[in-house]
């Protein structure tokens, strides 16, 4: 069965339990709170203590907003925004005015919440599939996608819009990971299977960028994460980490999160150590080269 950007959406609507108010988030909420993507960053006084993870997202992020330019008052729309975190700090930081899209019902009502809670003025955001955008051509002095392109059946789509709704001179940034020329179809399908809700998910590096180029967005900037990824997500790093202060808290909050009809505790015990093995196999792909992390800003020609 194909999946499609619908299946990206039930997905993450799925009936969470309410009390922990984190719906369309899951698991990976409680590695790095509103920031749904990796944490990347490998200094010791945050790589070793969970608790400032968050820190070092944020700091990548920030890193995206000031290779695009973001300054105050630009109209800046956030591809698959999830529930706001990186659009919070972008906002936050720059005084940018910050639309969000994405295709889960139960992540929009999460982000308006958590922006609320946070006194964010990043609360206006729509549902809709970052393939079709539901936004005028030429308006925008930013698009920016981060962790998110990954789940899409057609990246060139998602380039072509960005593209039609950027005013001459507008800018559009990418922080993802992507597959290179040596992925093998194995390693890909794991990829898909682990970490993406399209079947199609997970695109190859040079011809995104080349896609790019080809849909009107010069490249000028190619920033590169991946050995720092690399050298982060080993077991020596990122496992005891995740034993010692990650692994206690999702195995106690799983029944919470997940409230299903035969729900064991041996299935907290099982997601727990899935989640693990899926990290670090993709700090595996990092350092053998078959899979990247990259920060890409394209320029409205």
């Known amino acids: 069965m194909v999946r499609t950007h619908t299946d990206v959406g039930r997905y993450y609507d799925q009936p969470l339990a309410s ?5 369309g988030a899951g698991l990976i909420w409680f590695m ?15 790589a070793l203590d969970s608790s400032r993870w968050r820190d070092g997202i944020s700091s990548r992020v920030m890193a995206l907003a000031r290779r695009m330019g973001i300054v105050a008052g630009d109209r800046v729309l956030d591809l ?4 706001g975190g990186p659009g919070r700090d972008i906002a936050a930081a720059t005084g940018a005015v910050l639309c969000g899209v994405s295709v889960s019902i139960k992540q929009l009502e999460t982000l308006r919440g958590l922006s609320q809670q946070t006194n964010s003025p990043f609360t206006g955001v729509v549902k809709g599939d970052m393939q079709r955008l539901p936004v005028a051509s030429g308006r925008l002095d930013g698009v920016y996608s981060i962790n998110s392109i990954y789940h899409v ?6 380039i072509g819009e960005a593209q039609r709704v950027l005013r001459p001179g507008g800018r559009f940034g ?34 995104f960028m080349t896609e790019m180029e080809r ?7 190619d920033a590169d994460y991946t050995k ?20 206690p808290t999702l195995t106690a ?27 670090l196999y993709m700090g595996a792909l990092y350092r053998g080269g078959a899979a990247v992390y990259r920060q890409i800003v394209g320029h409205k020609t």
Do not use: M
């Open 153 to 158: 059946d057609d990246p060139a789509a998602v």
């Open 80 to 83: 698959g925004c999830g529930i």
């Open 19 to 23: 009390q922990v108010g984190v719906d």
């Open 228 to 247: 720092e990824a690399g050298e982060f997500l080993t077991e020596d790093r990122f496992g005891k980490v995740y034993d010692s202060q990650i692994a």
């Open 174 to 207: 990418v922080d993802d990971w992507f597959t290179t020329d040596i992925t093998t179809p194995e390693q890909l399908a794991t990829l898909r299977y682990n970490w993406s809700t399209s079947a199609n998910g997970f695109h190859n590096l040079t011809a």
């Open 215 to 221: 849909l009107g967005l010069e490249v000028i900037d």
């Open 253 to 279: 909050v799983f029944p919470k999160l997940y409230q299903y009809e035969g729900y064991e505790p041996a299935h907290a015990d099982q997601a727990v150590a899935q989640l693990r093995s899926d990290v």
């Open 32 to 46: 790095g709170r509103d920031h749904l993507s990796p944490n990347l960053y490998n200094g010791d006084e945050i």
